[in-house]
């Protein structure tokens, strides 16, 4: 029953592999976000998708790809991982009628070694 | 743009003890406001909300005012619990691109002692 979910939980990696996250929520919304948190907590957004079409791109390295193939899923690809990418990953959704609440997944903890 | 500020933390609290979180914003418009809590090893989730001015959100005990005139919305709780440790984090909804996102402040640590 969990609304919005993420796999993998976490997630080891050596520098310049590549790897994918992915999420589905169950919650008929149909924006979808990738939020990312830093070591000090800090949160911040990195993606958003409305219907299916990318609407905030948060001057992001081209190496992170955002794929969303319907409304209810929202995948990240990553290129060439580097140790800066370490950090936990959260996907989010919410109705797009504006200033509503985010509902977010439990988070996928990337670490680059 | 918009953005939220956050008191430093971490608060350290006994039980029973009142708390206060303090959150200021600036933004352009009327967003909504929100506080989310998020639990050791887990996602955020919505602790309260306030969709204008004067709004009171509450849930579990806590509460906080959206305050226009000061732009601020502070997180309190009478008596706080053990099981209220946790990284408190203020936002607001930004629709400046007309579609939305949250800005979130740089979250509090609340840290509550038997």
């Known amino acids: 029953d969990t609304a919005v979910s993420q796999t993998p939980k976490y997630l080891v990696t050596q520098m310049g592999n590549d790897k994918s996250i992915k999420c589905e929520q169950n919650l008929g919304h149909d924006t979808m976000y990738w939020y990312k948190q830093d070591s000090k907590k800090f949160l911040k957004i990195m993606f958003s998708y409305n219907n299916k079409e990318l609407i905030i791109n948060e001057t992001v390295p081209n190496r992170f790809s955002p794929k969303s193939p319907d409304k209810a899923h929202l995948n990240l690809h990553i290129n060439s991982l580097e140790l800066g990418d370490s950090a936990v990953y959260f996907c989010a959704s919410s109705h797009t009628a504006g200033r509503t609440e985010a509902f977010f997944g439990q988070g996928t903890r990337l670490t680059v070694v | 743009g918009n953005s939220v500020t956050q008191m430093e933390g971490p608060v350290t609290l006994s039980e029973e003890a009142f708390l206060t979180i303090n959150c200021t914003y600036t933004?352009?418009?009327?967003?909504?406001l929100f506080w989310y809590v998020q639990y050791p090893g887990e996602g955020l989730q919505l602790l309260l909300k306030?969709?204008?001015?004067?709004d009171k959100g509450s849930n579990k005990g806590f509460e906080a005012t959206y305050r226009k005139e000061t732009t601020s919305f502070h997180l309190e709780k009478g008596s706080v619990q053990v099981s209220d440790s946790a990284v408190y984090f203020c936002?607001?909804?930004?629709?400046?691109?007309?579609?939305?996102?949250?800005?979130f402040g740089t979250g509090t640590r609340l840290l509550v002692s038997p």
């Open positions: 936002a607001l909804s930004d629709t400046g691109t007309g579609f939305q996102k949250l800005v």
């Open positions: 933004a352009t418009g009327y967003p909504s």
């Open positions: 306030a969709t204008k001015a004067d």
